[in-house]
């Protein structure tokens, strides 16, 4: 490859040792990756993260066709960089969905139009792991053959606790009720003390991971994220990236990482600056690097944008997510470009060939549906 024989002459020494372990495929350490992530230009950045996504993906960009539940946004939880959710104490300002009304979101969409419902939402008290349970079973009698992603961490946690089951005992109330797998959200930043600044009353590290862990043992597949940008170093950063590498190799369960961008409307944090482009694609190029043993990078476009997500391409990214239909506020309400996040089949597809890239369309697990020629 012709840009490879560019990076065999680096001037500093350290970055071509770390160059040279990238591009033979060897695993780069902490030390390593903090080194690299303070000092190499973007470009070097996005160099190695596009070679090993070519290495894992070729061209090949993922996404699905899926729709989004969100039950409510009424949360007994009081994140700081929450601007979704309406603290338990005011739930009439928020939204609480019946079951009958997510019902008729799952009876919208005609058998084979999506092919993945990815449910998650506020914790509210009274929506416990029963009434869920009772959701999944109603949404596989309608829709048999959709694949249910549901409820982050956070969520199950919080309904395992209230029910008075493990982990694995909860997730196996849930997985018999139809759940297939779950999202990676409210991973947040692992780091004990800015956790502890930004969302200190909902599960911590230790019990995100344990939740991921069972499912894993439990044979579900998960994603996970990091919200990053906000008060946490680099350092930080790079300390998640190694807590999902370390659990990735004993359990090979997680299927993508999402690095998630703060956002700084209508929540408790206005006050910090959002990160700049030139950050975000090094953000998504040293998690490519760094998380050798993750299958898939994914950019959650309603996130970024359309054109964000577009570069994001070249910097490790493989997956968009979804077609999503303008069924999520997560984003809309902390201000992203994106207020009503939806995409056609072509819209979707057409903007990943603009990007260059092949098309390729997926189910939940990342069997493959079709690929789209480039043309
Ligand atoms: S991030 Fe999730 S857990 Fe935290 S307040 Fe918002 S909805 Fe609740």
Redesign the pocket.
């Known amino acids: 490859m012709e840009s490879s024989i560019i990076y065999t002459h680096l001037k500093n020494p350290k970055h071509q040792s770390i160059v040279d372990n990238v591009l033979n495929l060897k695993r780069i350490n902490l030390d390593d990756a903090l080194y690299l992530y303070e000092t190499a230009p973007l470009h070097l950045l996005g160099y190695l993260a596009n070679f090993i996504r070519e290495k894992k993906h070729g061209n090949n960009t993922y996404f699905n066709r899926n729709f989004h539940i969100e039950p409510t946004?009424v949360?007994?939880?009081?994140?700081k960089?929450?601007s979704?959710?309406r603290l338990y104490a005011h739930k009439e300002e928020g939204w609480i969905l019946s079951l009958e009304q997510m019902l008729d979101i799952v009876r919208k969409y005609p058998e084979d139009a999506v092919t993945e419902v990815h449910i998650v939402?506020?914790?509210h008290p009274k929506m416990n792991l029963y009434f869920f349970a009772e959701l999944l079973r109603e949404i596989k009698k309608i829709r048999p053959k959709i694949h249910i992603k549901g409820f982050?961490a956070?969520?199950l946690d919080y309904m395992f606790r209230k029910a008075k089951l493990s982990a694995k005992e909860g997730l196996q109330v849930l997985i018999d009720a139809g759940l297939n797998s779950i999202p990676g959200?409210?991973a947040?930043i692992f780091n004990e003390s800015v956790r502890e600044k930004i969302?200190n009353d909902?599960v911590d590290a230790i019990g995100w991971l344990d939740i991921h862990k069972q499912a894993h043992v439990l044979g579900l597949k998960s994603n996970a994220t990091i919200l990053y940008g906000h008060i946490e170093s680099i350092a930080d950063r790079l300390e998640h990236l190694d807590n999902i590498r370390t659990l990735q190799d004993e359990t090979q369960g997680f299927q993508a990482f999402i690095p998630l961008k703060f956002r700084n409307k209508h929540n408790d944090m206005q006050h910090v600056k959002e990160s700049i482009l030139v950050q975000d694609l090094k953000m998504y190029a040293m998690c490519r690097i760094y998380l050798d043993n993750v299958p898939h990078l994914k950019a959650y476009w309603p996130m970024l944008g359309r054109q964000n997500a577009q570069l994001t391409l070249d910097f490790g990214v493989n997956d968009l997510d979804g077609t999503i239909d303008d069924s999520t506020k997560i984003y809309s309400m902390a201000g992203s470009e994106e207020q009503h996040p939806a995409l056609t089949t072509e819209q979707l597809v057409n903007l990943i060939t603009q990007a260059g890239r092949t098309a390729v369309e997926r189910d939940t697990l990342y069997n493959i549906i079709k690929k789209y020629s480039s043309s």
């Open positions: 946004n949360c007994v939880f009081d994140c960089f929450c979704y959710s939402g506020g914790v982050t956070v969520e959200g409210g947040e969302c909902k």
